[in-house]
């Protein structure tokens, strides 16, 4: 396989949650999320009711990897932050160690300034994480849920 | 690349749709939506062309049931068919779990399926992937069009490697569930595969 799986534990879990409510928190952010870049939804802190997460995520790495493609183009290595300015609201997108993508949604109640100041710890925090999960998923000791589902649990998905 | 969340206990994974031009790559995403449980399917995004040419992809997250007590998700996507767009189609591989490849079995599309056939490999390989070893499926399609190739002659030019295969009509769903129940389980199966 040409990438791995990502395999996510709850202590790891637990810690990006950590550092996505806290930067809610310390950006006065609406909704702050962690997408693989593969546009599969990690995280999501803030105010996430009437926003649809699943096709956030997957937009947000569909534009990652359109920005990344424009990088290969130019030779540029990546353009690793993105901002999108709205009348109400605006994102800030953050790759966070060519790995997931942080992803703010903010409005008047703060500033770029501010959320990029405080994206800048949060990226600290989520490569360090980040590191230990990739780690741990490359380690072919950890049990894989795969390891133990049977020929007949995939049949039985699929029985009508 | 398969993504597994041992809190919320969520297994997702990630096929696409590939094939040439207007063969029915989206129309397949469409009749799945269409035909699925509204608490099964999230939103079906098409970031499309204002002549409804996929631009980018089309995506759709689908829940297929539970397997030991996780929640099994597939995101469906599709790849703009057009030529030119052979950029964004490389994007969209990345990560990929499993491919469809979606024919035209009109006679008229037969250089265009194996044109597309071959970009796929190309596009794969560069990604690190073979697609002799990654799951995968072939779906015929437009079988209720005039003037198409016989099932046996697009077998022929486009599955040398006798991977399974379905004859469909994507826009009444005639094998576009078949297709993709098929595509699922060979996924399912070499992830398991790879984690004995």
Do not use: W
């Not at chain 1, 990029?116 to 849920?145: W, Y």
């Not at chain 2, 094939?19 to 995403?29: A, D, E, H, M, R």
Request: with cysteine; charged share 20%; aromatic share 8%.
């Amino acid at each position: 396989m040409a990438s791995p799986q990502m395999v996510m534990y709850e202590e790891e879990f637990a810690q990006v949650q950590a550092v996505t409510d806290r930067l809610v928190q310390d950006a006065n952010a609406r909704v702050v999320f962690v997408v693989d870049k593969n546009g599969q939804l990690i995280s999501a802190s803030g105010d996430t009711g009437d926003i649809d997460t699943t096709s956030l995520a997957s937009l947000a790495a569909g534009n990652i990897a359109a920005t990344g493609g424009i990088a290969q183009l130019l030779r540029e290595q990546e353009f690793a932050t993105q901002y999108h300015e709205g009348v109400t609201q605006n994102v800030h997108i953050q790759v966070v160690s060519s790995r997931v993508i942080l992803v703010v949604i903010f409005d008047n109640r703060t500033s770029l300034g501010l959320v990029r100041l405080r994206v800048k710890r949060a990226n600290e925090h989520l490569t360090r994480i980040f590191e230990v999960v990739m780690a741990k998923t490359q380690d072919p000791f950890q049990n894989s849920p795969f390891a133990e589902i049977t020929d007949d649990d995939i049949d039985n998905l699929f029985n009508d | 690349m398969s993504f597994i969340n041992y809190l919320s206990r969520e297994i997702n994974c990630k096929i696409v749709y590939y094939g040439p031009g207007l063969c029915g790559k989206t129309t397949n995403l469409q009749y799945i939506y269409n035909r699925t449980n509204p608490n099964a399917k999230g939103k079906m995004i098409s970031l499309a062309t204002e002549t409804e040419r996929t631009l980018f992809f089309d995506f759709l997250p689908l829940e297929i049931g539970e397997i030991r007590g996780f929640k099994t998700r597939f995101h469906l996507y599709t790849v703009p068919g057009q030529v030119f767009y052979d950029a964004s189609r490389k994007l969209i591989l990345k990560g990929v779990d499993g491919v469809v490849f979606v024919a035209d079995s009109q006679m008229l599309r037969a250089e265009a399926n194996t044109e597309s056939m071959d970009n796929l490999r190309i596009n794969l390989a560069e990604q690190g992937y073979n697609l002799d070893t990654l799951p995968y499926v072939v779906q015929y399609n437009k079988r209720d069009m005039p003037n198409i190739s016989s099932v046996g002659e697009l077998s022929g030019l486009l599955n040398l490697q006798r991977v399974p295969e379905f004859s469909a009509v994507a826009t009444t769903g005639e094998g576009v569930f078949e297709t993709l129940k098929s595509v699922a389980k060979l996924v399912l199966t070499e992830l398991k595969r790879g984690a004995a």
